[in-house]
C-alpha cells in the first residue's frame, strides 16, 4: 500500500526532520507572522501584495514552490535513498490518466456550480476580461502551478503521510494530521482574515478529501489532478479583493466580503466533496475502506531499501 511505500528508503528521525523543516520552511514561515503579526501589519501586508501587477504577483508567490519541490525530490532521492516513484504511488509506474480524470473532475464540477451561480444571481459578479492579460495568466498557469500543487500534495499527502505513518503504526493519525497541518498552512490566506476561522474548516476538510482520495486509490495521481484544477480554476475563473490569488480571471465579485459564509464554506464539505469521493470510488472499484483508512501499517515482510 501507498505508507509503505516509505519502507524502501533510509527512514532515520533525523532524515525526516530536516527535511521537513527544510521543505516547509515557507508554510512555517507564514504560519509565525500570521500568530505575531498585529491585525494592522496584515492588513498593510495584503494591500501591498494588491498593489503588484497580478501576474507578477502570481508569478511572486508561485516560484519558491518550484525550488522547494526540487528540494524535497533531492533530499527524498539522496537522503532518504527513494525513488520519486515510491513518494507518488504504489504502483509500477505513476499513473497519468488518473490525473487527467481527477482534473476534468473537479474542473467540470466547479464550471457548473459557477454557471448555476451566475445565472441565479450575477448582481456581485462582474465581466472582468483583459485577452492580453489573461492570456499572460493562462501561461503562468498551466507553467507554474503544478509546481505549486506538487510541493503541497508531495509534502503533505506524500511525504508526511508516509513517514508519520512509518513512525505512528496507523493510517488515521497521519490523515488526520496532515490535514490539519494543510489547514495551517493556509491560515496566513487573506480569506482567514475577511471570512474568520470557520474558514479553516473548509481547508482542513480539503486535507481529508486529498487524503482519503491518496489511501484509498493507493497513490497521489487523484490528489495531483484535483489540486491542480481546483488551483488553475481559482486563479484563472474568479477573484475578488479578500482572496489570496489577486489575478486578472475572466470574473471579478465586486462584494467587499464573502456572501453567506457558512454556505459557501461547508456546503463543499458536506455536499460536493462526498459525491466526487462517490465517483472516484466507482470509477476504480475502492473497497476495504475500513483497512485502507483506519488499519495498521507494518513492514513487508521483505523489508528493503531501494
Given at each position: 500500500m501507498y505508507i509503505e511505500q516509505a519502507y524502501k528508503g533510509k527512514r532515520e528521525i533525523w532524515m525526516f526532520i530536516v527535511t521537513t523543516l527544510l521543505v516547509s520552511g515557507i508554510f512555517i514561515i507564514n504560519f509565525i507572522a500570521y500568530l505575531f503579526m498585529s491585525k494592522e501589519d496584515m492588513e498593510r501586508s495584503y494591500e501591498a501584495m494588491k498593489s503588484i501587477p497580478g501576474n507578477m504577483s502570481l508569478i511572486i508567490n508561485l516560484l519558491p514552490f518550484l525550488i522547494l519541490l526540487g528540494l524535497l525530490f533531492v533530499f527524498v532521492k539522496f537522503i532518504h535513498g527513494r525513488s520519486i516513484l515510491s513518494l507518488t504511488t504504489a504502483r509500477k509506474q505513476i499513473d497519468w490518466k488518473r490525473v487527467a480524470f481527477s482534473f476534468v473532475l473537479i474542473t467540470s464540477i466547479t464550471l457548473i456550480t459557477f454557471g448555476l451561480s451566475y445565472y441565479n444571481d450575477a448582481s456581485q459578479i462582474m465581466w472582468n476580461f483583459n485577452a492580453t492579460k489573461f492570456a499572460i495568466l493562462v501561461i503562468i498557469s498551466v507553467l507554474l502551478f503544478p509546481f505549486q500543487i506538487g510541493l503541497e500534495e508531495y509534502?503533505?499527502?506524500?511525504?508526511?503521510?508516509?513517514?508519520?505513518?512509518?513512525?505512528?503504526?496507523?493510517?488515521?493519525?497521519?490523515?488526520?494530521?496532515?490535514?490539519?497541518?494543510?489547514?495551517?498552512?493556509?491560515?496566513?490566506n487573506p480569506e482567514v482574515a475577511e471570512i474568520g476561522p470557520l474558514i479553516m474548516v473548509f481547508y482542513i476538510g480539503t486535507g481529508l478529501l486529498l487524503g482519503i482520495m491518496t489511501l484509498m486509490d493507493n497513490g497521489l495521481e487523484l490528489a495531483l489532478g484535483f489540486h491542480l484544477g481546483n488551483n488553475i480554476l481559482a486563479a484563472t475563473l474568479i477573484t475578488s479583493?479578500?482572496?489570496?490569488?489577486?489575478?486578472?480571471?475572466?470574473?471579478?465579485?465586486?462584494?467587499?466580503?464573502?456572501?453567506?459564509?457558512?454556505?459557501?464554506?461547508?456546503?463543499?464539505?458536506?455536499?460536493?466533496?462526498?459525491?466526487?469521493?462517490?465517483?472516484?470510488?466507482?470509477?476504480?472499484?475502492?473497497?476495504?475502506?475500513?483497512?485502507?483508512?483506519f488499519g495498521p501499517v507494518a513492514p513487508p515482510k521483505n523489508d528493503f531499501i531501494d
Open positions: 509534502l503533505f499527502r506524500g511525504y508526511l503521510m508516509q513517514h508519520i505513518g512509518v513512525l505512528l503504526k496507523n493510517r488515521w493519525m497521519p490523515l488526520v494530521i496532515t490535514s490539519l497541518l494543510f489547514g495551517i498552512a493556509h491560515s496566513a479583493e479578500w482572496s489570496s490569488l489577486q489575478t486578472d480571471s475572466l470574473f471579478k465579485y465586486t462584494s467587499e466580503q464573502v456572501v453567506n459564509v457558512p454556505t459557501e464554506v461547508i456546503a463543499p464539505i458536506v455536499i460536493v466533496y462526498p459525491i466526487i469521493l462517490f465517483i472516484m470510488a466507482k470509477t476504480y472499484g475502492w473497497s476495504n475502506w475500513k483497512t485502507k483508512l
